[in-house]
């Protein structure tokens, strides 16, 4: 069964710092999903990263994917308020019908 | 353009009985997955549906069982409920069974007391 590792799992950062996140996977896949949860709500989907060597930007959040090093990662530029939430990866099973999750990343962005 | 909507939002039910959730995928989108988010966990996959037809299935017992109609809709029906099912379950749409990007609805979020 593939396996999705985020790290850090909890992340507390000031205003105005970058940071990034982690998301490594144990098999081959060239499909990799960054999704957005607030609290009590559903998931938004953030970005698809259907290749190697993909990046992806919207506004202060940038994702990016290496299907060699079975990694992704999301950084954050600048962070504001209004990024706090929970980010999780997801990787689509070869079979193309099963996402897995990682266990996510819980941001808090202080004033 | 009408996007994943779930039903009910919220529900509380008791061991051993039994529950129905519904979903109406977006339109366009002719597969329905089903994921179970337990708090402060990653969604799971549970099973999809494209036409008609279970595409696909997690680690799930049998007593999660599902249907999808002919509008692309679909209920999940869990028997003989146990404390561990208390969790929100996300219905997501998509254009085909192995076509990329999940739509997901606001979920239902189940409590089994």
């Known amino acids: 069964e593939l396996k999705v590792e985020q790290n850090p799992l909890f992340l507390s950062m000031?205003?105005?710092?970058n940071y990034t996140i982690y998301c490594n996977y144990s098999t081959t896949s060239d499909r990799l999903y960054w999704y957005r949860q607030d609290p009590g709500k559903s998931l938004e989907s953030l970005f698809v990263l259907l290749s190697n060597g993909a990046v992806k930007q919207e506004g202060r959040l940038m994702a990016s994917l290496d299907t060699?090093?079975?990694?992704?990662?999301l950084h954050i530029t600048a962070a504001v308020h209004d990024l706090s939430a929970t980010y999780f990866c997801a990787v689509g099973?070869?079979?193309?019908?099963?996402?897995?999750?990682?266990?996510?990343?819980?941001?808090?962005v202080i004033p | 353009?009408?996007?994943?909507?779930?039903?009910?939002?919220?529900?509380?039910?008791?061991?051993?009985?039994?529950?129905t959730l519904r979903c109406s995928s977006q339109s366009?989108?002719?597969?329905?997955?089903w994921y179970q988010q337990a708090l402060g966990q990653g969604p799971q996959f549970i099973f999809q549906y494209?036409?008609?037809?279970?595409?696909?299935?997690?680690?799930?017992?049998?007593r999660f069982s599902g249907l999808q109609f002919?509008?692309?809709s679909s209920e999940?029906?869990?028997?003989?409920?146990?404390?561990?099912?208390?969790?929100?379950?996300?219905?997501?749409?998509?254009?085909?069974?192995?076509?990329?990007?999940l739509f997901f609805g606001e979920g239902s979020r189940l409590t089994v007391l």
């Open chain 1, 14 to 17: 000031q205003e105005g710092k």
């Open chain 1, 68 to 73: 060699k090093a079975r990694l992704s990662t």
């Open chain 1, 93 to 108: 099973s070869n079979t193309g019908n099963q996402f897995y999750f990682g266990t996510g990343t819980s941001l808090t």
């Open chain 2, 1 to 19: 353009e009408t996007g994943v909507t779930q039903s009910p939002t919220h529900l509380i039910k008791t061991r051993g009985q039994q529950v």
């Open chain 2, 28 to 33: 366009g989108h002719n597969t329905v997955s």
């Open chain 2, 50 to 62: 494209y036409r008609e037809e279970e595409n696909g299935r997690g680690n799930f017992p049998p």
């Open chain 2, 70 to 72: 002919p509008n692309y």
């Open chain 2, 76 to 101: 999940l029906n869990v028997n003989a409920l146990e404390l561990d099912d208390s969790a929100l379950y996300l219905c997501a749409s998509s254009l085909g069974p192995a076509t990329g990007e």
